[in-house]
């Protein structure tokens, strides 16, 4: 019997029975071609219904060619869209697993990085986030619109699909009708508040006619729009009074957010450190005043926390997209009591939807299988003759490689001069805001360990010899990286603090006035920042980047940005650090290339870039068939690139010509 009853019991959303309230919902995989999902969206999904998933809600479906989010969207309008429907439900139906479309036009919202065709919109207001200002639609075009929501339901349902979700969320088109703030318009599509819901409630009633009675059908909505002239709570349940009372919902899936505002965009994925579950509250208001089915999403995580949830009458189905990103089989695993062996998201969003701005395929930091499923399938399936594998450091990259050897069959040696395992992510955890990422991660990691036939040797130092006589087949160098020092005047002073070595310091040895120098515009330096300012310093942050958190995902950096106001640190861009004389800092603006200094400060702290540990894989390149260098002491760079290479070279190892053990 599992413990999360609640969770694993069958529910009823109009004419779809669920086995399990578990839900992935709508997110970009971007595993799409020419409108069309490809075999890698599809292997993408199997893994996750294989894993014992409820419901699937796929990626957004442009339901009009005006609404394509970008390149990559869904042409949930185009007939092709049918078969591959047919092929997905299919695979994802033999599992138990129920799938519905969200179909999806962003209005004003329109990210792309080819040719950008125009956004509509029901006025001329502009997206703040995208820069991008809409044409107002005419009537036509709005016809057009809800035809299209319509055609695009009746195309789900021919595909076999269980239901269609209509995405009113975000600031997307439906909302951005029933908004004040963006609907100007003087017709019967503007002005009170029955017009401005008149585009929903007639997008709903199409949807019906086309598809008949015997599917489902419910809305998207977040239930507040977190931030200025949005949508509020009060706001999501009047609407959803409004549109029960005239239309048949089978759901409503709440979420928060708005794509157009850079406080509003965080809450379309929330990264740690977000609260988890933050918006059940909401949802049970929700669900009280529609009186229909409830999904909740936004930073589940953990069984437990969707049990409570479900438990508790906040709602009725919960959106885990993200646990189940990082572990395709947490429902499996949850049902059968073995949360031990379910390995948790970290929250950074480096390459889920940070995948999706940069328009990559989906990914998984903690996961680097996730969105490569088609892809290394064969790699993963087919066995390669036993190799003892020595790993040369338990950071990220040498962790990934142990256990990917490990589930390979290999005899795996993991050696760690540290006591502990982590490297860098030990210094992360002490990070007043990347706390909760990097301790998720080493616990994921030291389970996983604790569940293996890795042999981990800690505070180890291994020489050559020690390593011939292991007689290796392959070595990996996983070593890490080292804080680069620039070779400027002063760089020796005293006040100098590498970020490495911050993170202990009190007050008192730091002073009152310290800068920061930030060379990658990454977490390292808006960290040291955030920590010395809750040490009570008065401190200022440079950053040779062109803004502050140039290289951290857009909705982290929100967080961050929000951080740094709120703690009152000086912001100063395009500047580096150009050392110290006569007890001035000297600071260099990188476009003009002019000097300035800074008289008054106590203390320095360089987080300007890394340096990659090659002097090892130099000394014992030879002493195997095979030595690789992965991670950072191959070159600096992020999390991803370390776990990506931990699996993927292991899966490359070449094959023995003859079975040695």
């Known amino acids: 019997m599992t413990e999360f009853k609640h969770l694993f019991s069958r529910v009823q959303i109009g004419n779809t029975l669920l086995n399990n309230r578990i839900l992935s919902t709508a997110h970009q995989t971007n595993h799409v071609l020419d409108g069309i999902p490809t075999k890698d969206m599809a292997a993408y999904h199997q893994a996750r219904a294989k894993g014992g998933i409820g419901l699937i809600i796929l990626e957004a479906a442009a339901v009009h060619p005006s609404g394509m989010l970008t390149t990559k969207t869904i042409a949930g309008y185009d007939e092709q869209i ?12 033999q599992y138990g697993t129920k799938v519905f479309s969200q179909l999806f036009h962003g209005g004003r919202e329109v990210i792309t990085s080819d040719y950008r065709n125009a956004a509509w919109a029901p006025s001329a207001v502009p997206s703040l986030r995208f820069g991008a200002m809409p044409k107002p639609m005419n009537k036509e075009e709005i016809e057009e619109v809800i035809e299209g929501f319509a055609r695009s339901a009746k195309l789900a349902k021919e595909g076999g699909l269980d239901g269609v979700e209509i995405c009113c969320s975000h600031g997307y088109l439906p909302s951005q009708f029933w908004s004040s703030y963006t609907n100007l318009r003087t017709d019967e599509y503007g002005g009170t508040f029955e017009n401005r819901m008149r585009f929903a409630v007639e997008i709903i009633e199409k949807v019906w006619e086309a598809v008949g009675e015997d599917f489902t059908v419910g809305i998207r909505i977040s239930a507040d729009e977190m931030t200025m002239d949005g949508t509020t709570i009060q706001d999501a349940t009047q609407i959803v009074e409004y549109l029960v009372e005239r239309v048949r919902l089978d759901f409503i899936d709440v979420t928060a957010g708005d794509s157009s505002t850079y406080a509003g965009s965080t809450h379309i994925a929330p990264p740690s450190p977000v609260k988890h579950g933050y918006l059940s509250p909401q949802g049970f208001k929700v669900r009280m005043a529609g009186a229909v089915p409830v999904f909740i999403g936004s930073r589940i995580l953990d069984p437990s926390e969707a049990e409570k949830i479900i438990s508790t009458g906040k709602a009725d189905v919960v959106g885990m997209t993200r646990a189940m990103i990082t572990d395709p089989e947490m429902p499996n695993k949850a049902k059968h009591n073995k949360t031990d062996l379910i390995q948790a998201c970290i929250g950074c969003l480096q390459a889920c939807i940070g995948h999706y701005h940069k328009g990559l395929a989906i990914g998984c930091v903690q996961n680097p299988l996730a969105g490569k499923e088609e892809k290394l399938k064969e790699k993963i399936q087919q066995k390669s003759k036993r190799q003892r594998i020595l790993i040369m450091g338990a950071g990220p990259a040498g962790l990934q490689a142990a256990l990917t050897a490990d589930a390979q069959g290999h005899e795996v040696i993991l050696v760690e001069k540290q006591q502990v395992i982590g490297g860098m992510l ?21 389970r996983q360990l604790s569940m293996s036939n890795v042999n981990v040797q800690l505070g180890i130092s291994i020489d050559n010899k020690a390593i011939t006589d292991l007689k290796p087949d392959a070595i990996i160098c996983a070593i890490g990286s080292k804080t680069y020092l620039p070779q400027q005047p002063g760089i020796d002073d005293t006040r100098i603090t590498l970020v490495d070595h911050l993170f202990t310091k009190t007050k008192e040895e730091l002073g009152n006035r310290t800068i920061v120098f930030d060379f990658g515009g990454d977490w390292a330096g808006i960290e040291a920042a955030l920590y010395m300012a809750k040490q009570g310093c008065e401190v200022t942050l440079i950053t040779a980047r062109l803004h502050v958190g140039e290289g951290v995902h857009q909705y982290l950096r929100n967080e961050y940005m929000k951080e740094l106001y709120q703690s009152k640190i000086k912001m100063k861009t395009h500047f580096d650090f150009g050392g110290i004389v006569e007890d001035k800092v000297i600071i260099r603006n990188l476009f003009t290339q002019t000097k300035e200094e800074i008289e008054e400060w ?38 991803e690139e370390a776990t990506t290479e931990g699996l993927e070279h292991v899966l490359n190892l070449p094959a023995l010509s003859n079975s040695i053990r």
Do not use: W
């Not at 049918?82 to 139906?93: A, G, P, R």
């Not at 540990?613 to 095979?626: C, D, F, G, Q, R």
């Open 82 to 93: 049918v078969d591959v429907y047919k092929d997905l439900s299919n695979t994802l139906h």
């Open 426 to 446: 030990n210094t992360l955890r002490k990070a007043p805001m990347r706390h909760e990422m990097a301790e998720s991660m080493i616990d994921n990691f030291s």
């Open 602 to 639: 106590d203390h320095i702290v360089l987080a300007v870039g890394r340096v990659p540990n090659v002097e090892l894989y130099e000394s014992i390149k030879h002493l195997a068939p095979t030595v690789l260098q992965i991670g950072d002491c191959l070159a600096p760079r992020t999390i």
